[in-house]
């Protein structure tokens, strides 16, 4: 249980608060440490350490509560998470073993969070199936214009695609269903060794805009939309937008609803008409220069 404990709370750490070494995937890597109190759980593997419970030692440290509050403002790097995890956070027997070895959660006055935690569990079992063995990851830590998940593309496929999916807002819009599908442009890098992945992604992105058979050109409806650096509307509720390569952005597709409303069905019409994008990925093309 402590290995599947490990993983469940490694879905929680910011995507971008990952070791900038070892991998993504949410199981333990190298010797699981394991310490446990009447009041916590402390486990660690070769890239970082995660609490939950009372107490401080901890490279990430999640608060056992009766309800699913804000513990702080944020944004901040590691340290207490932004969210409180309740019982409902949990599958069933994780829930039971975890009382059983930490007690009953109090209940922890502040902000609830509970619609928010709804939200996201419910936008996760509706694409999950669509997404296979992708890793989903919270975003709700040490981001000012966003909450969510960030979906990352199987490891076996040597891509740093990722899909955000939540909800967004910033100065000039307000609240309402976000959504990206995005790559790192050649040579931008978070870690020396993406390089590889980078570099297959660089191929994976003129094969997605390519004007005869690309995936995203045919959902454009338009064989020549990457030919000009400009955003390229899609045929969705909101704001979803196309935006070429030559943009030199990370996003590829761009997407706002018009609401908080019905974003779980927003968010699962765009990764339906994204398939056929996602399946590129999985392929290793050669052959082909950036442009």
């Not at 995890?85 to 902000?111: A, K, N, T, V």
């Not at 063995?133 to 981001?143: A, F, G, I, P, S």
């Not at 590129?280 to 082909?288: A, D, F, Q, W």
Request: charged share 25%; with cysteine; hydrophobic share 40%.
């Amino acid at each position: 249980m402590e290995r599947d404990l490990f993983a469940r709370l490694w879905e929680e750490v910011d995507f971008d608060d990952h070791p900038l070494s070892g991998g993504h995937q949410p199981f333990p890597e190298g010797e699981l440490k394991i310490k446990m109190t009447p009041n916590s759980i402390r486990l660690e593997d070769a890239r970082l350490s995660l609490l939950i419970g009372e107490g401080n030692d901890a490279d990430s440290i999640h608060r056992w509560a009766a309800n699913d509050v804000k513990m702080n403002e944020g944004p901040q790097r590691m340290g207490v998470h932004r969210w409180s995890m309740s019982p409902q956070c949990f599958p069933p027997e994780m829930r039971q073993w975890l009382i059983q070895q930490i007690g009953e959660p109090e209940l922890i006055e502040g902000e609830s969070v509970e619609e928010n935690r709804r939200l996201l569990a419910d936008l996760r079992l509706r694409l999950e199936p669509m997404l296979p063995n992708w890793t989903w990851h919270l975003e709700v830590d040490n981001k000012t214009d966003r909450m969510g998940w960030y979906v990352r593309a199987p490891e076996s496929w040597c891509s740093l695609f990722t899909i955000f999916v939540g909800l967004g807002w910033n100065q000039n819009i307000s609240k309402r269903g976000f959504l990206l599908f995005e790559r790192a442009p050649p040579g931008e890098l978070d870690r020396p060794d993406e390089d590889e992945a980078n570099r297959l992604d660089g191929l994976r992105t003129v094969a997605l805009c390519n004007g005869h058979r690309g995936a995203l050109s045919h959902l454009a409806n338009n064989m020549e939309w990457a030919a000009n650096p400009h955003a390229y509307k899609l045929q969705f509720a909101g704001d979803v937008e196309l935006w070429p390569p030559s943009m030199g952005r990370w996003p590829l597709l761009h997407g706002r609803s018009e609401s908080t409303e019905d974003v779980v069905d927003w968010s699962a019409n765009i990764i339906e008409a994204l398939q056929p994008a996602i399946s590129t990925l999985s392929k290793t093309i050669e052959g082909i220069s950036w442009q």
